[in-house]
């Protein structure tokens, strides 16, 4: 379009021009008006074929322009998503990391105190995890761990999220799950890994204790967190290979004297009991 007005205005400008001329001479002879006539189309076509090759250059400089530009955003985007990986996810097992299960945790707890929505907090561990880094090493533990992970991330939900916590301790969010529903899933995960075997070493089962406790409205992330690490803590000071559940006190009202705080976990249940 600006290509068109250009040789527009320039066609105009060469008529106008040779009109002016006819007008002040006008006692020219017919080879004159002639010479005239080329003289003035070379000066429109001139300009036309320079403008054109300015304005093709302009334009693959543009589309260069264009694409670098598109390349430099595409770049940037993978910057963005990496720099995202490094700040939410654990390297080693693709996990992630606590700060952002913690803003998950808060996310979640929000959504629950709007509504009727409920989602339980589970911390569990690899039971065998020192064990293994002590007479394997720690490249066969940490193989371990992704394998853990692999059988974890499997066995839950699109919905639901697995964090790394510490070396070998895990927290899942099981949302719109109940303590029946989480201690059921974290049995079925025990249940799979039993299946990891340990190189050289066919004698060593692995096994996972969980720890879990549901949110009901009070509790920070931080609290949530504790619980269920409290409940992980009697599970496997009764024999690992189990899973328990935090036996969670209101906190009393403001302005009266506040209880003792109790904090005993409790078994519900362990894997291979009736």
């Known amino acids: 379009m600006n290509k068109i007005r250009i040789h527009l205005l320039i066609g105009i400008n060469t008529i106008l021009v040779y009109g002016l001329i006819l007008f ?3 006692g020219g002879s017919t080879e004159q008006w002639v010479v ?3 003289a003035m189309a070379v000066m429109m076509v001139a300009p036309i074929l320079v403008i054109n090759k300015a304005l093709n250059t302009l334009e693959v400089r543009a589309t260069e322009a264009e694409s670098e530009l598109e390349a430099v955003r595409d770049e940037l985007v993978k910057v963005r998503e990496n720099l995202s990986a490094i700040t939410t996810l654990d390297e080693l097992t693709g996990c992630y990391n606590e700060s952002h299960f913690k803003e998950v945790l808060l996310q979640h707890s929000a959504m629950s105190e709007r509504g009727s929505y409920e ?3 589970a911390v569990l ?4 995890f020192n064990h293994i880094v002590d007479n394997h090493g ?3 533990a940490n193989e371990t761990l992704q394998l853990f992970t692999r059988i974890v991330k499997a066995a839950l939900r699109e919905v639901d999220v697995v964090s790394r916590l510490g070396s070998d301790i895990f927290g899942l969010l099981l949302s719109g799950a109940s303590e029946e529903d989480a201690v059921m899933i974290i049995h079925r995960i025990s249940q799979l890994i039993s299946q990891i075997k340990i190189k050289d070493d066919d004698d060593l089962h692995v096994t996972a204790s969980g720890g879990i406790t549901c949110f009901h409205g009070t509790e920070s992330t931080e609290d949530l967190i504790a619980h269920a690490s409290k409940a992980l803590e009697f ?4 024999g690992r290979d189990r899973v328990a559940g935090f036996n969670y006190k209101a ?3 403001e302005g009266e004297v506040p209880a003792e705080a109790e904090s005993a976990a ?3 249940s362990s894997r291979g009991q009736d």
Do not use: M, N
């Not at 599970?235 to 009764?238: C, G, N």
């Open 125 to 128: 561990q690899v039971d065998q």
């Open 251 to 253: 906190p009393e009202p």
């Open 24 to 26: 002040l001479l006008p």
């Open 266 to 268: 409790e078994e519900e």
């Open 119 to 121: 989602f339980t907090v």
């Open 36 to 38: 005239i006539g080329i």
């Open 235 to 238: 599970a496997v000071e009764q």
């Open 138 to 140: 720690l490249a066969s």
